[in-house]
């Protein structure tokens, strides 16, 4: 695509979204022509819209402002293609989806701006996605989806819980990556969650999942997950990994749950013979957040090149946590305040690979604040937040 071509569809969907309930509006505007003009497609989706609704959102949002970067938007197209293929997903879906879109914009565009140059331009962008989703997809040669026997479920906090799954066969993923899972109590409710742990020829898998209040499937997978229940589990997705430069020393920075993809990647590390020096900092809203703690630091017993520090906003539990206190084993160093505040004040961190995981307000504002001490954005690596 050309810059003129670039411009027409970044403007025009800017301009859709600008307004204060523009996002939702699209968003509904689009499945209810999609469902409408083609009704098939309908059973592909869930019965509740609201996460699918602002998932699309988000990733047209991401994909519209990396036009200009094919570097990053082709392998994130790429990976989307092949996890597409868990939904059975045809050349006639993404005509579906793609006529529908142009549908829904030339509706809230008005006549104003949308006009036949613009038609092109959207017509020519969602030509280059489909392309290259259908072309990555028909190319791979792994199954389109895996199934996961839960053969462990260990509520660790009243919101928290670690779940191990027994694929049918191995999984081939980076350490850091994430998949798509549908739980049984859920079907068609995918949801993203990162494996804890590297990927090993037996086919087993963990997972750190928190109960987000409102959600529909982590509350059930905390509260109400079987032993012997069988998940799927969909392709890896995700650039986070180990760089191969093992003189390229790391920040790791990770929140709550987001602990996970960065502990795969210590363990993956742990059996190596060289390694960078990384700095690994963990942090939660309270003490008992830091429920890996333990075993990270056992592992940096045992590798010298990892330097861990605690953050906690809290000093205290919460109320409703009846645990003994965790303690801080010897030779790491507590912090109490905003992560990013004090992953900042260590420096600029010039010459690290940095890797960011947790929730999307705490990555964009550690992301922010190191950037502001003059962290180089191009050291900074997260995974899409949505």
């Avoid at 613009?118 to 030509?127: L, Y």
């Avoid at 997809?137 to 026997?149: C, D, L, N």
């Avoid at 987001?258 to 390694?275: E, K, S």
Wanted: with cysteine; glycine share 8%.
């Amino acid at each position: 695509m050309d810059s003129r071509t670039i411009s027409l569809v970044r403007t025009t969907f800017k301009a859709v979204v600008a307004e204060d309930d523009g996002p939702e509006r699209l968003a509904r505007s689009f499945y209810s022509i999609l469902f409408t003009d083609y009704p098939g497609i309908r059973e592909l989706f869930p019965a509740a819209m609201d996460a699918q609704r602002d998932r699309l959102l988000k990733a047209i949002a991401y994909v519209v402002d990396r036009l200009e970067e094919p570097d990053k938007l082709m392998p994130f197209l790429a990976q989307l293609g092949r996890d597409h293929r868990k939904y059975g997903t045809t050349d006639g879906h993404y005509i579906a989806v793609g006529n529908s879109l142009i549908k829904a914009l030339r509706t809230f565009s008005g006549t104003e701006m949308w006009n036949d140059e613009v038609d092109a331009a959207w017509a020519e962008a969602i030509g280059v996605i489909t392309e290259t989703m259908l072309g990555a997809a028909k190319a791979e040669t792994s199954p389109p989806v895996w199934s996961g026997r839960v053969v462990e479920h260990q509520e660790v906090l009243r919101n928290l819980a670690v779940i191990r799954l027994q694929m049918d066969q191995p999984m081939s993923y980076v350490a850091g990556q994430y998949v798509s899972v549908q739980i049984p109590a859920r079907p068609r409710m995918w949801r993203y969650l990162s494996p804890a742990t590297p990927a090993n020829d037996r086919g087993e898998i963990e997972f750190h999942v928190r109960a987000i209040s409102g959600g529909w499937v982590s509350p059930s997978i905390v509260g109400h997950t079987q032993i012997g229940e069988t998940w799927l589990i969909g392709a890896p997705l995700g650039g986070l990994g180990v760089p191969r430069d093992p003189d390229r020393a790391m920040v790791m920075v990770g929140c709550g749950t987001g602990i996970a993809p960065l502990r795969a990647q210590l363990m993956f590390m742990a059996t190596r013979r060289a390694n960078p020096k990384v700095h690994l900092f963990i942090a939660g809203h309270h003490p008992c957040d830091l429920y890996e703690l333990e075993s990270l630091w056992q592992l940096s017993i045992t590798n010298p090149w990892l330097t861990i520090t605690a953050i906690t906003e809290s000093e205290d539990n919460p109320w409703w946590y009846m645990g003994a206190d965790l303690g801080i084993p010897p030779g790491i160093e507590l912090r109490v305040g905003q992560i990013g505040k004090i992953v900042a004040g260590y420096g600029a961190w010039p010459d690290r690979d940095i890797q960011i995981v947790g929730s999307a307000p705490v990555v964009q504002t550690t992301k922010f604040r190191m950037m502001a001490a003059g962290t180089p954005t191009e050291n900074i690596r997260h995974d899409p937040l949505f």
